[in-house]
């Protein structure tokens, strides 16, 4: 038991800290349980304040006591208490912090916000020095008692209800440091119990560098793992590190552990999740890194660190080049933040380079998981694109099904004299392989990069070239007819029926194609689609179809396999006879199965009704 000295005395707050009090208590607050966040970084700060001070002082009062936080609560009288054993405060300490504004200007920003019709949320909370005052939201009055470390100090007993004023008096019998002590008001009565209490230390408060204590029980066991040596750690750590992070229950597919000294300081450490979540392109994806600064948590999926390709990435920042309670709104225009996301952004890229190289098994599964995500930074990271590029993976004529192949092993590939990077797409691969426009680049061995990922839409345009090749579609790539490789099989029309065909296909299709060519590309289909020479190629087309729904395409090249055994079918029955109505239904009916494989038929039906009536025909 303590023995109080009857030498009170009374303050008056000042007039900007009664308006202060008032708007903290009446209209700002949303997230009560930041006040626990506060008193455990006050207490935090202190404990690391003395244990500094131990150091070089040896008047210290009560020296070889460890350093704890103790956190009490009496569910049935609804009070709560926490203290700790650090540098604790004297007189002029009490009158100072716990009596005046802490930071100018203080009250008029919050006066702003309440004009706004603003509240202050969990990261604005303390940001001017105010933390403690949250305690006004959730007691209708508080006690501080105190000691500072010196071993002739005196103990104090600041009290106050958070509006006119507060008093101090002297105390016997305190040890060092400092406890705070109140009474929960009725509506928030649940932080009387221990697993609201237990479970807002988890969120905020779980790898501060000391013991938090409810009752006899230690509360925070999971320690900061980033404060830790890597040559310390085992394996097992990070992976149980991981799971309690992120509530996943899987271990990462792999780790990397930062400590970084110099224009900025920080530690990190980050995972690759083993698995995408469901919905990886969505913006609600789940959370990505928590910020902390000194240990104590201060945002949870702060999207500001990482760049949105990046975002897959779990694990937490710990600064100390930061405030306290900064507010996101800080953390983009920081300039600390922003090195710290340069210096992250490359550490990761190396790390996935390195993965790559190393384990490429494992990088094709991230890649897999993650691909459709991260190909998306080669768009948006112009900084960092000739990092990303050699880390891009594609599905290709020369792969299997789900195996990928590299940039940097495709141009290894290339035909002599081969000055582009082919591609084509499709819905799926089978899809794409089935392209006509495909067959020339089969028959003749160029490799094409087969793109089914509905990202590559959006990814591939903005590639441009790699290593000074330029990316193509192979629907505005330009065909060179080589007879050597013709058999005899292949022989096409001769130039004069080859010529008259070619104008019975003008004349019926019109103005539904911008020309109508011999084709020079195909091998097995009888006609393609190709682009005109001065439109976007299909590829680009799809892109801006995305993005303007009332975008359309330029109209199209057909172009007609003259060695195709139909064409010359076709040929023949037009010798015989130019106005056969068949020879007209087989123009259209070709035309709109072109349009089809290229998924820009508007009525497959009406295809399907004539191919029915050729069927009928056939068989009568």
Known sequence: MTKEIRNATKHEFKAEMKQLLHLLIHSLYTHPEVFLRELISNSSDALNKIRFKKLTDANILDSDAGLRIKIEIDKENQTFSVADNGIGMNYEDLTNKLGTVASSGTVEFLQN????????????????GVGFYSLFMVTDAVVVETRASEKDSTGYRWTSNGEESFEIEEVEGLGRGTKISFKLKDEYKEFSEDWKVKSTLKKYSNFIDFPVFIGEEEANTVGALWHKKKADIKSEEYDEFYKFISGDFNPPMGSIHLEIEGNVNFKAVLFIPEKAPEQLLSQDQGKTLDLYVNRVFIQDDNKEILPDYLKFIRGVVDTEDLPLNVSREVTQSSPAMRRIKNILVGKILTWLKEISTEKPDDYNIFYKNFGPLFKLGSTSDYENKDKIMPLLRFESTRTKPQEYTDLDTYLERMKEGQEEIYFVSGPTRSQAESNPNLEYFLKNEFEVLLLSDPSDVFTVPYLMEYKGKKFTAIDKAEI???????????????????????????????????????????????????SGKNSMDSHMEKMMAMMDKNFTGAKKVLEVNTSHPLIKNLSAKYTKNGNNIDLRQAIESLYDSA?????????????????YEYMQKATS
Do not use: H
């Open 480 to 530: 060179k007819d080589e007879e050597e490789n013709k058999s005899k099989d292949d022989k096409k029309l001769d130039k004069e029926a080859s010529a008259s065909l070619i104008g019975v296909f003008k004349e019926i299709l019109g103005e539904k194609t911008e020309d109508v060519l011999e084709s020079s590309r195909l091998v097995d289909s009888p006609v393609t689609l190709v």
């Open 113 to 128: 916000l309440q004009k706004d019709g603003k509240k202050i949320d969990g990261d604005m909370i303390g940001q001017f």
């Open 595 to 611: 349009l089809l494989i290229e998924g820009n038929l508007e009525n497959p039906n009406a295809l399907i009704k004539k191919m």
